[in-house]
């Protein structure tokens, strides 16, 4: 099965911006790979963010948008806040199996 | 409101079986593909099974593929996880997913002797 690479660890200020990005060891990520985004907080069950490349949830916060940027999905944060610090996964799809990648710690500090 | 609730979770015995089941409520069950994702404590989500609309077609994880079944009951809004030939490392917290992505509170497994 195919590997997807996150950031393991990124660190953002609050009010900052950062990009996470999600790639795939079989070639560029397109939008038929059905990106999703995923939030995890300590001891919470996952809440999805952005699914299919880049449509939101209604619980999704604004500051947060997904796109496909050079052969990667990524998740953009614009404004970042203190609650944003969590653990974010990419899922991708492969034409029937699903892929995590291994996560991102994200750091708002 | 989307509500996904996993049950059938317990301890079982290496070598055993144990079958999982999601009720789902608040949307329209049959329009939607339904997914199986576990993690296990500390790490990261490692997708498990996805069944399509009418479970005609599945798909599974290399490290499931084989002792695991995934099927689903339309007529009763349920989707279920048939785990055959259990493992130690099949020990996780269980999620039902929905198709764009809606979760379940999971269901523990714990496979020990």
């Known amino acids: 099965q195919a590997v997807v690479t996150q950031e393991p660890s990124l660190t953002v200020s609050p009010g900052g911006t950062v990009t996470l990005t999600c790639g795939s060891s079989?070639?560029?990520?397109?939008?038929?790979?059905?990106p999703y985004w995923v939030q995890q907080k300590p001891g919470q069950a996952p809440r999805t963010l952005i699914y299919d490349t880049r449509n939101k949830h209604s619980w999704t916060p604004a500051r947060f948008s997904g796109s496909l940027l050079g052969g990667k999905a990524a998740l953009t944060l614009s404004g970042a806040q203190p609650e944003d610090e969590a653990e974010y996964y990419c899922?991708?799809?492969?034409?029937?199996?699903?892929?995590f990648g291994g996560g991102t710690k994200l750091t708002v500090l | 409101e989307v509500q996904l609730v996993e049950s059938g979770g317990g301890v079982v015995r290496p070598g055993g079986s144990l079958r999982l089941s999601c009720a789902a409520s608040g949307f329209i069950f049959e329009d939607y593909e339904m997914s199986w994702v576990r993690q296990t404590p500390g790490k990261g989500l490692e997708w498990v099974s996805v069944i399509n609309w009418n479970g005609d077609s599945t798909a599974y994880a290399d490290s499931v593929k084989g002792r695991f079944t995934i099927s689903r009951d339309n007529a009763n809004n349920s989707v279920y996880l048939q785990m055959n030939s259990l493992r130690a490392e099949d020990t996780a917290l269980y999620y039902c997913a929905k198709e764009g992505g809606y979760w379940g509170q999971g269901m523990l497994v714990t496979v020990s002797s």
């Open positions: 079989t070639g560029a990520v397109t939008s038929n790979h059905y």
């Open positions: 899922l991708l799809s492969y034409d029937g199996p699903r892929v």
